[in-house]
């Protein structure tokens, strides 16, 4: 069974802080991704990635960066946490046809749920 | 910009009833199309994908969504829902249209309550 883990289930940080989520999956899956889920909106994506030190931008990048150095590991930086980003982040992977062009069904973690003060 | 569209926001039914949940996509070339379910307190999961040949495809638990391309539209069914599939339901399409451009978007998702 894929395991997709998020170091934390719960997070409270400070308006202007740097905050960092960080999610591990251990299927070997190419892609991975990092959602914010609020009710009435859906699942938005934030950032994608499809590789090692790939990323690419998804609906709601600004304030936010990530960082893919080792395959398993996909973290998401807060540059400057702001109170609209309370909010519960998922984090899921998926593996990849050759040349990216499908994704296989996502497996999700339990989620983070930050509240930004 | 591409979008994913369910029609319901909140759906509430009593057991044995007849489920559709209705989901329309704007992407214009090829798309992976799945849905995921949300039960309460749990983590989402895959209920079933498409990605090509049989337009009807089946799922866990008794689910199945058929891919109509002329409708730009995948929508969920059941025959007969029971309580234990009051949760969360959320449609989504993946698309890639080359050079690294990747679309992947989620709908709002649909609440099903299934009265007992």
């Known amino acids: 069974d894929v395991k997709v883990t998020q170091s934390s289930r719960y997070l409270v940080k400070r308006t202007g802080e740097k905050v960092f989520l960080e999610c591990v999956q251990d299927?070997?899956?190419?892609?991975m991704f990092w959602y914010r889920q609020d009710p009435g909106l859906g699942l938005r994506l934030i950032y994608f990635?499809?590789?090692?030190?790939?990323?690419e931008k998804g609906d709601i990048p600004e304030g936010y960066s990530v960082s893919r150095e080792k395959k398993e590991r996909f973290s998401l930086i807060l540059e400057s946490a702001s109170t609209n980003q309370t909010s519960m982040y998922l984090c899921?992977?998926?593996?990849?046809?050759?040349?990216?062009?499908?994704?296989?069904?996502?497996?999700f973690g339990d989620g983070t749920r930050l509240s930004i003060l | 910009a591409q979008s994913v569209s369910q029609h319901n926001h909140h759906v509430i039914l009593s057991e044995a009833a007849s489920l559709e949940l209705g989901c329309n996509y704007s992407?214009?070339?090829?798309?992976?199309l799945f849905w995921y379910v949300q039960y309460p307190g749990q983590h989402l999961q895959l209920l079933l994908k498409?990605?090509?040949?049989?337009?009807l495809v089946k799922g866990i638990k008794g689910f199945e969504a058929e891919f109509i391309k002329s409708k730009f539209s995948f929508n969920l069914r059941k025959p007969s829902v029971q309580w234990s599939d009051t949760a969360e339901y959320f449609c989504?399409?993946?698309?890639?249209?080359?050079?690294?451009?990747?679309?992947?978007?989620f709908g709002k998702g649909t609440k099903l309550s299934v009265i007992p």
């Open positions: 899921a992977s998926s593996s990849a046809t050759k040349q990216g062009s499908t994704i296989g069904a996502q497996h």
């Open positions: 299927m070997d899956h190419e892609n």
């Open positions: 990635s499809y590789d090692v030190k790939m990323k």
């Open positions: 992407y214009g070339g090829t798309v992976n």
């Open positions: 498409y990605f090509s040949g049989d337009p």
């Open positions: 989504a399409a993946f698309a890639y249209s080359g050079a690294g451009s990747y679309q992947l978007t």
